[in-house]
């Protein structure tokens, strides 16, 4: 059965990107340490180093098997829309509070402003694969809606102090996690996978 799953690297401390984060510098001061376990084959994404072997080719590799993305438009823009394409040929769907027509139409590119319909709209399009969810705020209001399935936490070794935060003002109620898997990964980071308990 197909599961929304959120996979997000992060600081030690809970930070997804750095202090003074703005369209232009999207993950924030240094941020970009978050995704050396993963380096991405594009050079202007300023990734120089990375860790892709063993373990993380396994983990990256889950994340690229599945069905369907859903992002919100703060992890879609700063990452020129992934030139419509996230990995292959998967539909996509963004999470806006503006007028789709107002924005950059792509054939695989969906605009919804609402999570619930955009994860039960993404779950049928992939099928019997999961569905990727990026992004913090998408996050949040996919935990809130009750709609997030699970989460692939990639902990990197560095506290960064300021910044974003993953969970940052969530509700005052306690969600309950299940630990499923744990990996140790090449370069000191930790692959944990949760599930959300209903």
């Known amino acids: 059965m197909s599961a929304t799953v959120l996979y997000m690297s992060t600081s030690l401390d809970g930070f997804i990107a750095g202090p003074n984060e703005t369209p232009e510098n999207g993950l924030g001061d240094g941020g970009h340490r978050l995704h050396q376990w993963s380096p991405n084959p594009d050079p202007d994404r300023k990734v120089t180093s990375g860790y892709l072997a063993g373990v993380n080719r396994q983990v990256q590799a889950e994340a690229m098997a599945t069905g369907a993305v859903v992002a919100g438009r703060g ?3 700063p990452a020129g829309g992934w030139d419509g394409d996230h990995h292959d040929g998967v539909p ?3 999470l806006t509070r503006h007028d ?3 924005l950059r139409q792509w054939p695989l590119v969906s605009y919804l402003s609402d999570v619930t319909s955009a994860m039960t709209q ?6 019997d694969k999961n569905v990727m969810v990026q992004g913090a705020g998408t996050a949040q209001l996919a935990i809130a809606a009750g709609v997030l399935d699970e989460l692939e936490l990639h ?3 560095v506290l960064f102090g300021q910044g974003r935060r993953l969970f940052e003002g969530l509700a005052a109620e306690q969600i309950e996690l299940e630990r499923t898997r744990v990996l140790e990964g ?7 996978h949760y599930r959300v308990r209903r």
Do not use: Y
């Open 186 to 192: 090449e370069g000191g980071v930790t692959h944990m």
């Open 155 to 157: 902990v990197i070794p």
């Open 75 to 77: 992890t879609f823009e």
């Open 100 to 102: 789709p027509d107002d």
């Open 92 to 94: 996509i769907f963004i």
């Open 122 to 127: 993404a779950k049928e399009a992939a099928g």
